[in-house]
């Protein structure tokens, strides 16, 4: 049987490496690591790493976004409202409307999503989160 793990003991040990035994230990020398003294005490700093998030562009609908406020990702509150547009369209509607009768169809844009302006909420803390009007 081998005892020596394939090592040729008639081969030399390097000068770096030095194997000393006593009393059944193995102690295994080698060279110092180089001093610090060689730095100049410069400290760099590490760069500051920032997170940008691009929210996606707020539609008509409720929609996932993340809150300014909570940090949290939610599904949007929404709360509609007529605006000027939304009256003048009604108006414009009730006008040309008006010779055949079908007056009623000025009530469309207030009762289409459509033609709301759509304000978006947290649901969490009801922080103002933007606005999107189609018209």
Avoid at 10 to 39: G, K, M
Avoid at 100 to 124: D, E, G, Q, R, V
Wanted: hydrophobic share 30%; proline share 8%; net charge neutral.
């Amino acid at each position: 049987m081998d005892t020596n793990n394939g090592v040729n003991p008639t081969e030399s040990v390097p000068s770096s490496a030095v194997l000393s035994i006593q009393s059944e230990t193995v102690t295994f020398h080698r060279e110092p690591p180089p001093p610090y003294d060689s730095l100049d005490g410069t400290v760099t700093t590490q760069p500051i790493v920032q997170t940008i998030i691009i929210q996606p562009t707020l539609k008509n609908e409720p929609m996932y976004y993340i809150c300014h406020k909570c940090e949290e990702r939610v599904l949007t509150k929404v709360k509609y409202e007529s605006t000027k547009k939304t009256h003048m369209l009604a108006g414009f509607v009730f006008g040309f409307t008006l010779w055949c009768s079908l007056c009623c169809l000025a009530a469309i844009p207030y009762l289409m999503k459509t033609f709301k302006k759509a304000h978006h909420y947290c649901p969490n803390c009801d922080s103002y989160l933007g606005a999107y009007s189609k018209i």
